[in-house]
Structure formats: structure tokens, C-alpha cells
């Protein structure tokens, strides 16, 4: 098979071949899982980012795509993330031509709906996204999915599924990681015939759920599909045991500086409760964690935040700006006919937390709990950051000095005057609401 090519399946490598995995998040530790399972022969040197260096994912190095040495070039690079156009630009840019582009989904040159984003989806009105799930319009029409973490049952989630799961006069369903090819979801549409399908995501796996909605809405026979996404307990978190420290991190309100600093700190002081995930926020120190277990409590729990305009704008001007292939650039040009600021704020506003790009998700959307309130028992604002998170770690035993990565050259203010109108800071107004309410910011 041609290098470059889409692939679902490893019949083209050879056996006992070298191979490596570019992409270290979900999709890439699905590949890896994968491949143990079904290609044991073949040996998997590493893990391979545009981004980062050094540490390691699931037992495997992970490597720079600049600092790839000669036995690594010459194996073959299995592409898994969903930026697998920018990896394939990058890759031919190094004039580097052996590597396969894997979707775990199978048909790959015919499934394109099932690789967009859930914002794409939403916005295309393949999906309703609610707040409130249409309890009482279940009949014997509507099939619920719960899409689920591995090995968990409904009736472990009791607490957070709306309505409690005892939903009656519908169909149930089961979908996860170990659903492969959406089996479980497709006998019970074609045994019953149903409508139409409410999909209750719970903890379940982002890239699975984009791929079970795009299975469902290629389906004819279904008309609507609505989505329900509450908060979780199981957060994206850095867990520091050695000092008692959870730190919640959230993109461009400081992270990246954050997490390097407590790695250089504490590298011998962390524990992972789950699968660590790719995050730049401490490379691999970024795992899932169930923050409602009681071995937390007394826990020191903080977040760094940010005023939503700020944060924003600085995101606008450092994904945006990258080129017209980059990020979410296509979709915004595609919907609005070009990417200025205010394109993508609008792009940005059209995108509910429960489909949005984690970038431009609500902070408050990655700290909410279920029942109200937030995971954290500290708030540090990016504005005062020096003077806040010095006592803060110096109650945990931390020094907290740092070097500040990916800084910002702008402050709020300046940032509200070069880039906003009174329309726009309407937009995010409303889009953001949650962060100004919770976290403490006014209202422009």
C-alpha cells in the first residue's frame, strides 16, 4: 500500500516491523491498545509530538518529530489525532514519506463524517445539543445511549445521569471504547427500528463519542439526535500526593509554565489513578482522576483562571495566526468566509461547551462538579499570578519560582482594546457567562 494512505487495519506492515505512534493522546493510546491486541509482533519504539520531548506515555518514550534519530526514521509512522492534516504537512516538510494516516473506525476513505469535530456536527444541525434532556418525550420511538468510561454500567452513575438512569417507555444501549464498530448501538437500532436517539454522555470518551454520533447520523433511519453532556467527577488533573497539591489546568491561563514548574519540582512525587493523557501541562503528569475519592480530601485543589476576553483573544492570536490549515481555521473560514476576530468569535459563541474544541471550552466547564460548585478550593487569577500563587505553594511546601512558557505579551486591557467592540464583548458575555458568574470577573 502507498505511504500517505488512510488506514483502518495493519495487513500493509510487515511483521516484526519497528513502528511509531505520532499522536500521544486518546487516539494514539487506542492505537497502542490496539496494536498489543491484534499485531503483538510488531515493536512500538515510541510515542512522537509536534510539541513536546522527554518523558514517557503508557511505557513508551516520547519523542520530538525534530529529534527523531536514524532507527526511528526508518520505521513506519501510524498518524493518530484528529490534526492529521497538519501531521501529514509536517511530516512531508521533513521530506518524511513512510507513514500511514490510522482512523479506528474502519472504511476509512468512506467515513468522513466520522472524523468531524462535534462542533462541526452541531453546527451542520446533525445534533442537538441540550441542557436539559426531553425526559418526558421518551416513548417506545427513542433509543438512549449512555456512552460510558470502560467497564462501567449505568447504575454505577446513578448520581449524574439526568433523571437517574431508570429511564423508561425507551430503548437502552451501551456504547464505549470496547464497542467496536458501534456493534451494540447498531443491533439494538436494527432489532427495534427506532426514530430517533438521546445519547447521554457520562465520562465517556470524547473521540468514541464523535465517532458513535457520526455513526448514528449516517444512519437514515434516524431522525433526531440529541446530546446531553453533564459535568463529571473524573477531571483532567496534575495529582502531586508527595504535597497533598491536585492542580486543575485549563489552556491558556498559565498550564504549560504550571505544570513544567511542578514537574522540575516534584518529577518522584506523582501518582496516576488512571491512563495518563496528553496534555502540554506537565508532558505526561496529566492524568484522570476521580477528584471525588475520599483519598483527596484535605487536599490543597487550585485552578488558574483568567479573564474570559483575555483569554480569548490570546487564543485567537496564538493558534489563529499559524496559517490557514492550522487549528480550527478551516471551519471558521468555511462558515463565516474568513478568519478575522471576530469570525472566530462568532465561530467560538455557535460552539456549546458540550461539542467546543477544548481550547475554547468555559473554564468553568473543566472545574464544575455534579450538583453545583467547582473541584477546586483555591482560584488563582492569571492577572495576579505572582502574588497569588506564592502562598499557595509555599503552604505545600513548593518553591514557586518559575519560568513563564507561552507568555502572553498582552494584558486584558490591552487586549479589549485592540481586538473587541461592544458587539463581540456581548458575545462573549453570554458564551462565557458561567466564568464571569463563578469565577469572579465583571462584566464589560
Not at 510515542?47 to 520531548?53: I, Q
Not at 474502519?106 to 442537538?128: F, I, Y
Given at each position: 500500500m502507498k505511504y500517505g494512505k488512510e488506514v483502518s487495519s495493519f495487513e500493509m506492515l510487515p511483521r516484526e516491523s519497528?513502528?511509531?505512534?505520532?499522536?500521544?493522546?486518546?487516539?494514539?493510546?487506542?492505537?497502542?491498545?490496539?496494536?498489543?491486541?491484534?499485531?503483538?509482533?510488531?515493536?512500538?519504539?515510541?510515542?512522537?509530538?509536534?510539541?513536546?520531548?522527554?518523558?514517557?506515555?503508557?511505557?513508551?518514550?516520547?519523542?520530538?518529530?525534530?529529534?527523531?534519530?536514524?532507527?526511528?526514521?526508518?520505521?513506519?509512522?501510524?498518524?493518530?489525532?484528529?490534526?492529521?492534516?497538519?501531521?501529514?504537512?509536517?511530516?512531508?516538510?521533513?521530506?518524511?514519506?513512510?507513514?500511514?494516516?490510522?482512523?479506528?473506525?474502519?472504511?476509512?476513505?468512506?467515513?468522513?463524517?466520522?472524523?468531524?469535530?462535534?462542533?462541526?456536527?452541531?453546527?451542520?444541525?446533525?445534533?442537538?445539543?441540550?441542557?436539559?434532556?426531553?425526559?418526558?418525550?421518551?416513548?417506545?420511538?427513542?433509543?438512549?445511549?449512555?456512552?460510558?468510561?470502560?467497564?462501567?454500567?449505568?447504575?454505577?452513575?446513578?448520581?449524574?445521569?439526568?433523571?437517574?438512569?431508570?429511564?423508561?417507555?425507551?430503548?437502552?444501549?451501551?456504547?464505549?471504547?470496547?464497542?467496536?464498530?458501534f456493534e451494540s448501538v447498531r443491533r439494538e437500532l436494527e432489532r427495534r427500528g427506532y426514530r430517533h436517539v438521546l445519547i447521554l454522555d457520562i465520562e465517556g470518551d470524547s473521540d468514541h463519542l464523535r465517532g458513535l454520533i457520526g455513526f448514528i447520523r449516517a444512519r437514515a433511519d434516524v431522525g433526531r439526535v440529541v446530546l446531553h453532556r453533564g459535568p463529571g467527577r473524573v477531571k483532567s488533573v496534575i495529582v502531586a500526593e508527595s504535597v497533598r497539591l491536585l492542580y486543575f489546568p485549563i489552556p491558556k491561563c498559565g498550564s504549560t509554565s504550571i505544570g513544567f514548574m511542578l514537574r522540575s519540582q516534584l518529577e518522584k512525587g506523582f501518582a496516576f489513578n488512571t491512563s495518563p493523557h496528553r496534555g502540554r501541562s506537565g508532558g505526561a503528569l496529566l492524568c484522570y482522576a476521580d477528584v471525588s475519592d475520599p483519598r483527596y480530601e484535605g487536599f490543597v485543589s487550585f485552578a488558574v483562571v483568567r479573564s474570559p476576553y483575555a483569554r480569548l483573544a490570546s487564543l485567537y492570536n496564538s493558534r489563529m495566526k499559524r496559517g490557514p490549515e492550522s487549528y480550527v481555521f478551516p471551519s471558521v473560514r468555511a462558515r463565516f468566509g474568513g478568519c478575522t476576530f471576530a469570525d472566530f468569535c462568532r465561530y467560538v459563541a455557535s460552539c456549546p461547551d458540550a461539542v467546543s474544541e477544548h481550547h475554547f471550552k468555559s473554564q468553568s466547564s473543566f472545574l464544575s462538579m455534579p450538583g453545583g460548585g467547582l473541584c477546586t478550593n483555591r482560584l488563582v487569577h492569571l492577572e495576579n499570578l505572582s502574588s497569588e500563587i506564592g502562598p499557595l505553594f509555599a503552604e505545600a511546601g513548593i518553591a514557586s519560582k518559575m519560568q513563564h512558557r507561552n507568555r502572553s505579551n498582552r494584558k486584558a486591557g490591552d487586549y479589549l482594546a485592540r481586538y473587541y467592540d461592544r458587539q463581540l464583548i456581548d458575545l462573549v458575555n453570554e458564551r462565557y457567562e458561567q466564568d464571569f458568574v463563578q469565577l469572579g470577573y465583571p462584566f464589560r
Open positions: 519497528a513502528v511509531l505512534i505520532y499522536g500521544a493522546g486518546g487516539a494514539g493510546l487506542r492505537l497502542l491498545e490496539r496494536l498489543t491486541s491484534v499485531r503483538p509482533d510488531l515493536n512500538v519504539l515510541c510515542f512522537v509530538d509536534s510539541e513536546k520531548n522527554g518523558g514517557s506515555v503508557a511505557g513508551k518514550p516520547l519523542r520530538n518529530v525534530a529529534d527523531l534519530g536514524p532507527e526511528e526514521l526508518n520505521a513506519t509512522i501510524l498518524v493518530a489525532s484528529i490534526y492529521y492534516r497538519q501531521i501529514a504537512l509536517e511530516l512531508q516538510r521533513r521530506n518524511i514519506q513512510r507513514y500511514y494516516i490510522f482512523f479506528e473506525y474502519g472504511n476509512a476513505g468512506k467515513t468522513k463524517e466520522l472524523r468531524l469535530p462535534l462542533a462541526e456536527l452541531h453546527l451542520d444541525a446533525r445534533l442537538e445539543v441540550v441542557d436539559e434532556p426531553p425526559l418526558d418525550a421518551l416513548d417506545e420511538t427513542w433509543l438512549t445511549v449512555f456512552n460510558l468510561p470502560v467497564g462501567k454500567t449505568p447504575d454505577e452513575y446513578s448520581d449524574l445521569a439526568p433523571g437517574g438512569v431508570a429511564l423508561s417507555g425507551c430503548g437502552l444501549a451501551l456504547s464505549c471504547l470496547d464497542d467496536r464498530g
